[in-house]
């Protein structure tokens, strides 16, 4: 394995990419656009969902010359004053929108904000001569645009940004105390996260979901979001699953807000200046989990969790060019994150049945505590620059530091007793029988420190009126320092075996540079067709491996029926190896009754995941009941060699660290959204999948009609961790006839069963054995209380709104299961016992706006 340190020199290579990044920064066209007008009018346009549009016409009634959108929805536009007392009308037409027609006021020409509302009649009887818009979720394969509001006011446990992706088709998430999701068959480290242009890391070392803290997206900063199940362009990075890209705001006024709920709080502010060439959002955060937390049966004690965060984003209009600020512009993304769990157990119980009619009731009493701490630091500067109306360059740099522990020392003593189950008992449900008395005791003392540097160079080119052409060039730099040390031990009836005990005890450090690249070309071939393809590279010095990862979109609106486009994704798709899937845990017994010592390392022939994508869907919109619907699909194939396998064990996977295994996954995803109440958005998602791994050297032991063991065989394919084969969300509002302040939400997830197994069993890995279906119904009501609508009137700091909120979680009161633990009794027998989520719990939300 190659390597080096955070200050010493880079490996041959290195610095010509750097001169890469550099040149496509500074190779740029000479010439500025020449200023053809004393007034400059800027603004954005977006749809009735508050999207951006891209290309929508924007020119001046009567003045000659005009502008198109861009992939953000932004445009700049000189306008030559009148010379007469008469109105100036802005114009914006695209097709599928009804044209606006706004009075212009040249005082007040920066930043606006234009919708256009869905003009689907218009569209019927007419030719369609202009270009469609590669931001429109409908020439995109897999991509849902998501309202920033809807998460906001989803009910959910912790107010948490990815709840609402659990809403959306093809998306796994079978527990509510996690901010973690997998989709279409991938896990949690297969997903990119993006907030403005950088990408977000998680933790190393979380476990549990109790110990997670708080996700990266603060919610009361964002502007727009889209997600990606698959097949996405070249322009994003390099994992299996998907892409959640956010977009945080910038502010055209001051507003502020501050939540508080049973749960925690949250405050943020947004300012800009007078000119605006300065902007910026504080956000600020506060998790109090204990209230949910206490509720949990498994394990029940002193909890007491300190999560907090802090997110600045400042952005700075440079240049001399006084009217048009925006040319030159200079952003700052800053976080920083304290998650602190500590717990100290004293008492758990779980009822379960062992698979017969009896059941079983495990009884736990602890001694000790734990602790999990993540301090996270991160940093991006961005500098862009638009040097004529077709080109703009960025820069961007970015930082990561994370500092964690887990410290553990927990003893656990349990015993075992059978349950009455007979309803016409007066013992129903009481202990019958006692039996099986046990202990385990668990101490750890992990450390991890990571720290992650890059610099890319990005450049977007619009050579005439059929290109688009996207660029950039990535280097990061990776150090990691990881310390385990970890003994267990379990026992019955006051005996401890050596065989029963584990050690485990290592020293790992890894330094790498990773190198990207990529460049895409949107082509609009005709009025109704577009076609997206490019190529992104990938190369790792720890492993050696070049990678190189063909993309491409093809999209086209019918003729008969504007409303209705089919989208077909095709890609070879890699995930290159972080840190977690190169480390492995090789167990080793001296002698058949000794201790088993644990010896961890890397494995520096890990190769990249690949998966071939194959997606084909269509996006149709409609009008109902006089309202606005879209109802979308979609199929898809993806084909995956070089896996690596792994288990799940609550939220921690366990890789193998070995390319061992080829995978597949297939299915169906469907979605229909709209206004089922005038006036609020809703939609239905459904997902139906299978997905399957073969790895080469596993294989299952076959008995003869005495049952004595005779041979092995191959399993085959067996269903991967991930293999929810059904899932269902329904994200629903309504509102008070007459007074939509009043209004209710409905938020419904269904989950089949997965697979799992006990540790140490690899014959038992892909059975049939599955947890229980996840389901979960929250609600929620709210009242907002208008303090003062008008915004010119209303001073800086001074109250607009409260909303009231009153949620129910988990109103059905399911018996969800988040996970196993599992024990063994005096005579070995090993029992699944499950780690029960959060019953019904009730929470109170305010926010106040001002």
Known sequence: MRSGGWGKRPVVGQSSLWLLVATLFLALPPALAQQAARVLVQGTVL???????????????????????????????????????????????????????????????????????????????????????????????????????????????????????????GVVANNELTSTYAVRGGNYEENLVYVNGFEVYRPFLVTSAQQEGLSFINPDLVENVEFSSGGWQPRYGDKLASVLSVNYKRPERFAASATASLTGGTAHVEVASPNRRLTYLVGVRYKNPTYVFNTLRTAQGQYNPTFYDAQVYLTAGLGRDASDPSRTTLSLLTAVAHNDFLFSPVSGQATFSTGTAQFQRLTILYDGHERMQYDTYQTGLSLRRRFTNSFTGELQAGLLLSKELEYRDVEAGYFFADINRDPNSQDYN????????????????????????????????????????????????EHIEDVLNEYSYVDSADFVPDYRRTRLRSSLNLDSYRYQGYVQDRVTLDSLRTLTYGLRAHYWTANGQLVVSPRAQYSFITRRNPCLSFKFGTGLYYQPPFYRELRRQVAER?????????????????????????????????????????????????????????????????????????????????????????????????????????????????????????????????????????????????????????????????GSGLPFSPPEAPELRGTTKLTRSYKRVDIGFSKVLSLQSNAATRRPGQLESLWLGLEVLNIIAANNIGGYNYVQDLNGLTYAVPNYLSPRVVNVRVIARF
């Open 47 to 169: 749809d009735a969902g508050g999207l951006p549009l891209e290309l929508a016409g924007v020119g001046v009634e009567g003045q000659p010359g005009g502008t198109n959108t861009d992939a953000a929805g932004r445009f700049s536009l000189t306008v030559t004053p009148p010379t007469a007392a008469r109105p100036l009308v802005l114009v914006v037409r695209r097709i599928g929108y009804q044209t606006l027609r706004q009075p212009l006021d040249l005082a007040n020409a920066r930043d606006l904000k234009l919708t256009l509302q869905t003009d689907n009649r218009a569209l019927s009887n007419v030719t369609i001569r202009a270009r469609p818009s590669g931001a429109d979720p409908r020439e995109q394969v897999s991509i849902t645009p998501i309202d920033p509001r809807a998460a906001k006011e989803l009910p959910s446990a912790f107010g948490d940004f990815n709840k609402i992706l659990t809403t959306l088709p």
């Open 430 to 477: 009481r202990e019958v029988r006692q039996r099986d008395v046990g202990s385990s005791f668990k101490h750890s003392r992990n450390t991890l420190q990571a720290r992650v540097g890059t610099l890319e160079a990005r450049t977007e080119w619009t050579p005439g009126t059929r290109h688009t052409v996207l660029a950039g060039a990535k280097a990061g730099q």
């Open 590 to 750: 001296a002698a058949p009754q000794a201790p088993l010592v644990y010896a961890a390392s890397l494995n520096p022939e890990l190769r990249a995941q690949r998966s071939l994508h194959v997606i084909a869907g269509s996006d149709l919109r409609f009008e109902q009941w006089g309202r606005p619907f879209r109802l979308t699909g979609e199929v898809y194939y993806k084909y995956m060699t070089d896996v690596v396998p792994y288990d799940v064990d609550n939220v921690r996977l366990r890789y193998f660290a070995r390319n061992n295994a080829t995978a597949y996954a297939a299915g169906f995803d469907a979605r229909v959204s709209g206004e089922f109440v005038k006036g609020d958005e809703s939609w239905i998602s459904l997902g139906v999948l299978t997905t399957r791994e073969n790895l080469s050297d596993d294989s299952l032991t076959v008995f003869d009609a005495d049952g004595q063991a005779v041979g092995k065989q191959p399993k085959g394919y067996i269903r991967r961790p991930s293999d929810q084969r059904l899932n269902l969300g329904i994200f629903f509002q309504d509102h008070l006839p007459n007074n939509p302040s009043v209004k209710g939400y409905v938020n419904l997830v269904f």
